[in-house]
């Protein structure tokens, strides 16, 4: 079995963050460990509190489990603030983990910041070269690669300025943007495209999360970087049309309802 380590936030009410990590992680099969780095109070309508860990622990974990554990892949996070990251870039420079996927999580659906904005740099600077792949939505890639998305051209600049910054892989993901969701791939030479099909729901949370924790569970088996995407996005594409109707805001996607579907469960 894989052994797959989430470094990010927790969702106190289970759609996004480490939660849906570990969902993502355990119904794709592989072992899940996490990393802890901030805490949110957060529910399907709002974030209303963040506790960052103290970066001395964000490092004692990560040390605790690359002393005794081969870890297989390693998905990146909310890492809320720019002392976490130089810790988390340190012990990853350290440590070496083959493939890395990070997801530069900035701001949730409610709008709430959990990356500080002015820990942005820091991001690209510490954590995107050590990326095999990052997987930022329209507005993150905006942010990172310093310009407006609009059109597909808009896309493949991002990419490739985000590209220049030291990931081996960008993934744009296209779910902010008008028309079907896809995503589109780019690694140094060409765009591979990931066509969606919108589906009209409101339980949407999660959606990143699970997109990038599926991409890392399926690169520890080793497939290719497309065979990881296209996987991926079949598996979040089966949890948003079976969203879960949880709370009273944005509900959060489904993990096991192909194991419901087999066990004959109610999903
Ligand atoms: N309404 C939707 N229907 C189908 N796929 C979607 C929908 N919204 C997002 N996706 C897909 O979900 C994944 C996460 O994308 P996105 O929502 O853009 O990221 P984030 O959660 O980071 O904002 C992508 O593969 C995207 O294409
Ligand atoms: C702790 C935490 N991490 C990440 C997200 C982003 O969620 P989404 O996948 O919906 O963009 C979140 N809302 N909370």
Known sequence: MKKLLTIAGS????????QADIKTFSANGCYAMSVIAAVTAQNTKGVFAVQDIDPEIIGAEIDAIFTDIEVDGVKIGMV?????IRVIAERLRKYKPEKIVLDPVMVSKSGYDLLKPE?????????????????PNIPEAEII???????????????KR????GARYVLIK??????????????????????????????THG??????SAIAAN?????????????????????????????????????????????????
């Not at 959606?207 to 990038?212: D, P, V, Y």
């Open 11 to 18: 969702d106190s009410c289970g759609g996004a963050g480490i």
């Open 80 to 84: 809320s603030n720019a002392d976490s």
């Open 119 to 135: 820990a942005v740099r820091t991001l690209a600077e510490e954590l995107v070269p050590l990326a095999y792949v990052i997987t």
């Open 145 to 159: 690669a310093d310009m407006r998305i609009v059109t597909r051209e808009d896309v493949e600049e991002a990419a």
């Open 162 to 165: 985000i590209k220049a910054m």
């Open 174 to 203: 296209g779910g902010h943007l008008a028309g079907e969701p896809s995503d589109v791939l780019y690694d140094g030479e060409l765009f591979t495209t990931f066509p969606g099909k919108r589906i009209d729901t409101k339980n």
């Open 207 to 212: 959606t990143g999360c699970t997109l990038s």
């Open 219 to 267: 690169l520890a088996k080793g497939f290719s970087m497309e065979e990881a995407v296209r996987a991926a996005k079949a598996y979040v594409t089966i949890g948003i049309e079976h969203g879960i109707e949880l709370g009273k805001g944005v509900g959060p996607t489904h993990h096991f309802y192909e194991l419901y579907q087999k066990m004959g469960w109610e999903a």
